[in-house]
């Protein structure tokens, strides 16, 4: 296949795709394309639609590509849609924030952090499915240790936790308390 | 903002020096502390009050540095171990570290926020459909706890059979009766047993009136089949039966 006949192929695969398509993924539907030609075709797709008189985009996000609206279309879109918009505490979103940049971390680490009892804003995470369980840590009370989800990235339109903001200056705080 | 800094061979946020000074990253002699001051000093306005937002973050990281230089000019004592002196600093450390947790709240809400910013196409809302689907690749083990309690939960609470034990006796019945028929010439069945019964009063005293026959105290009289069973005291049987 060429490229030219590649692009309507993998557009309709990203669009019939309930979830970001990863390249795997993609790769492994259309096996006898080359991987080189594929991300060249995602890229050609991805143009594409960043034409003006386009009201979406195709986006990496949590490791895979899918068509989303551009954000200068987000009131129109609100408009129509009957479900609340996207709303987080500011609680919420800085428990989130250490569960990202620290995980897997456990509820009494999160607390000394903000200084605050959780009480309900770890159920209200994982209820969102932004946040998962991930074990237990083997310390004394075997807590539960907690980390994001996939939805967490594609909420944030992160393609994986290292495109996370700052991560770096985090790393670099990090490494005092580790030496 | 964070205070920005200028100084012989740094030039970013004081918080950032602060943990470069202390992964020894940077030598903390090689700049005046001083003239960090008298710089920042400079540029707050104290009469206007301008910048006193920076002024407060200038402040903590400040005096840690000025104290993190001062401990390296002191001699060490023996026996003092490096853990303690680290220890101290700690919550310095917490302090900016949540710091950078707030500027990563800030920087996460300036992300486009999926289902506020931008949007995909989403089977389970549009479709009216009910209920959430979750991909089986993102259940874990917190939606199948969820999924068994919430099923315990609808469950109800569990039926209970709460059993009373009547402490309704046969001996006690036997007196009872006795007693009531002391006063009355004759009764029925029915008005041996108070208003309110339970079924193991009317079993008991059923088997007491037995009891009582079988000591010939009493007389049982059914007229019909299924009918009104009479109770006599064995003195007084009316005449017809006798």
């Not at chain 1, 620290?102 to 209820?127: C, F, M, N, T, Y």
């Not at chain 2, 009216?128 to 874990?140: H, I, R, S, W």
Request: glycine fraction near 6%.
């Amino acid at each position: 296949m060429t490229r030219e006949e590649l692009i309507p192929v993998v557009e309709s695969l990203v669009f019939s795709s309930q979830r970001p398509l990863s390249l795997g993924r993609l790769a492994a539907v259309l096996k006898d394309v080359p991987a080189d030609l594929l991300s060249e075709t995602l890229n050609c797709l991805r143009a594409d639609y960043q034409h003006w008189r386009r009201g979406i985009e195709l986006v990496e996000v949590a490791g895979g590509y899918q068509f989303r609206t551009k954000p200068c279309y987000a009131d129109w879109v609100g408009l129509m849609r009957n479900s609340k918009p996207f709303k987080i505490s500011r609680a919420a979103l800085e428990t989130l924030a250490i569960i990202a940049y620290k995980q897997p971390v456990i509820k009494a680490e999160i607390e000394d952090l903000r200084g605050v009892e959780l009480s309900g804003l770890l159920h209200q995470l994982l209820e969102r499915g932004l946040v998962r369980m991930a074990g237990k840590k083997p310390v004394p009370g075997r807590p539960f240790m907690y980390a994001t989800t996939k939805t967490f990235l594609e909420v944030f339109g992160l393609n994986d936790l290292g495109s996370l903001p700052t991560l770096k200056d985090w790393e670099e705080l990090k490494a005092p308390g580790a030496g | 903002m964070a205070y920005m800094l200028e100084v012989d061979g740094f030039k970013g946020p004081l918080d950032e020096l602060l943990v470069k000074a202390r992964k020894k990253l940077i030598d903390i002699f090689s700049f005046s502390l001083a003239d960090m001051v008298k710089e920042f000093l400079d540029q707050l306005n104290l009469e206007t009050g301008d910048g006193m937002e920076t002024a407060i973050d200038f402040l903590v990281p400040a005096a840690s540095l000025i104290y993190l230089k001062s401990r390296f000019l002191l001699p060490r004592e023996e026996g003092d171990g490096g853990e303690e002196g680290e220890d101290e600093l700690d919550p310095i450390l917490a302090f900016i570290e949540y710091q950078r947790i707030k500027e990563a709240v800030d920087s996460l809400c300036q992300q486009q926020v999926l289902g506020r910013d931008v949007f995909c196409r989403s089977v389970s809302e549009d479709d009216g459909q009910p209920g959430q689907v979750y991909d089986l690749e993102d259940v874990n083990i917190f939606h199948l706890a969820k999924a068994f309690f919430h099923l315990l939960d609808s469950l109800g609470p569990e039926p209970v059979l709460e059993l009373k034990l009547d402490s309704v006796r046969v001996s006690d019945r036997i007196e009872q009766i006795t007693a009531l028929l002391a006063s009355n010439p004759g009764l029925n069945f029915r008005q041996l047993l108070p208003e309110q019964y339970s079924r193991r009063h009317l079993v008991v005293t059923f088997l007491a009136l037995l009891e009582l026959v079988r000591q010939r105290l009493i007389l049982l009289l059914q007229p019909d089949p299924w009918g009104e069973i009479m109770v006599f005291p064995v003195a007084q049987i009316p005449e017809e039966v006798a």
